[in-house]
């Protein structure tokens, strides 16, 4: 990215989250992230009045940044099982190998405690990822992978599995194995009642 004017909000915004990903949000400066850019810090006071304005901009850069990797993810696939298991598998790599991706979202969540406005973006973002995957969902029923009942319901379960995961990671690395990867997206992708999707044709559902 160009360093230019116009776009060094974008960039102290992609810089603050590297570093808080890195350290946390306490234990990074504003003066951290002015050098990380390579800015003085009166050049930051022109684009964010505060820290916490910075945090707010570095939590959309990881919604956006997020939305992007599932979209070029997916974007080449046709099939629903399909697409719903590799948006499956890489909410898992992201959520076990990323280390970082832990620990943002653990401060996201820490800070949501007491923080209206982190709490609410957070709530935005999971609203948007729920709907994300009750369509894949409803469009592999249609395709006939599923016989789900309850689409939302099934995916508020596997969303809540997915936190689980993470938390998991944090004491249990092992679980990073591919092959252990793997069986959790078995597993997640069982909770929504996905068949089989090694065939190109979807099975019909019996009833």
Not at 47 to 68: G, M, T, V
Not at 178 to 199: F, M, P, T, W, Y
């Amino acid at each position: 990215m160009p360093r230019t004017a116009a776009n060094r909000p974008a960039m102290l915004a992609q810089s603050a989250f590297d570093l808080f990903a890195e350290r946390g949000f306490g234990k990074v400066a504003i003066d951290d992230i002015a050098a990380h850019v390579g800015v003085t810090k009166g050049s930051f006071y022109s684009h964010f009045r505060s820290k916490h304005e910075l945090i707010l901009a570095a939590c959309s850069y990881y919604y956006r940044s997020y939305q992007q990797r599932i979209h070029e993810e997916i974007a080449p696939l046709t099939n629903p099982a399909e697409r719903l298991r590799r948006v499956v598998e890489t909410s898992v790599r992201t959520c076990i190998v990323d280390k970082r991706n832990r620990m943002f979202t653990a401060e996201i969540f820490a800070l949501s405690l007491k923080d209206e406005q982190v709490r609410n973006g957070w709530a935005q973002f999971y609203d948007s990822v729920r709907e994300m995957y009750v369509g894949l969902v409803m469009s592999a029923q249609a395709a006939g992978y599923t016989d789900i009942a309850n689409p939302r319901g099934a995916v508020d379960m596997m969303l809540a599995a997915i936190e689980g995961v993470k938390l998991r990671a944090g004491f249990e690395p092992h679980i990073a194995d591919e092959d252990e990867q793997q069986a959790i997206v078995d597993g997640l992708l069982s909770i929504v009642l996905l068949k089989s999707s090694n065939s190109t044709r979807p099975e019909k559902a019996t009833s």
